[in-house]
């Protein structure tokens, strides 16, 4: 399994910014795929996650109605849009799945792959909101 993020940078408060994960090694579309981010000195957070194979989201409070996750099975890619973006969402961003997880999305999905038992995670990518 390969998951390479992308589209991290530094933007304004208000700004828009959006997040690629280009996956491989695993049934694309028969999988839960997510997001979590971690900023210095915090726990990592859940952030999002999909379910590629019936579309059903699920968004953390702190981002629901400002970030919008979406898959593209064709291209094996999931993306973050993330919108009016806030400084305290500064953090690495990481893309993580695991292709045995028998649910859909949900907390239990950020409570599982947040516990780093099972699952893979990307490399990362920096996203700073900073005037």
């Known amino acids: 399994v390969q998951l390479v993020e992308s589209g991290g940078n530094l933007v304004q408060p208000g700004g828009s910014l959006r997040l690629s994960c280009a996956a491989s090694?695993?049934?694309?579309?028969?999988?839960?795929i997510g997001w979590f981010r971690q900023a210095p000195g915090k726990e990592r957070e859940g952030v999002s996650c999909?379910?590629?194979?019936?579309?059903?989201?699920y968004y953390a409070d702190s981002v629901k109605g400002r970030f919008t996750i979406s898959s593209d099975n064709a291209k094996n890619t999931v993306y973050l849009q993330m919108n009016r973006l806030k400084p305290e969402d500064t953090a690495v961003y990481y893309c993580?799945?695991?292709?045995?997880?028998?649910?859909?999305?949900?907390?239990?999905?950020?409570?599982?792959?947040?516990?780093?038992?099972?699952?893979?995670w990307g490399q990362g990518t920096q996203v700073t909101v900073s005037s």
């Open positions: 993580v799945v695991d292709p045995l997880y028998p649910g859909s999305v949900g907390s239990t999905w950020f409570e599982t792959l947040g516990a780093g038992v099972s699952g893979y």
């Open positions: 999909i379910s590629t194979f019936d579309d059903n989201r």
């Open positions: 090694g695993f049934t694309f579309d028969a999988a839960v």
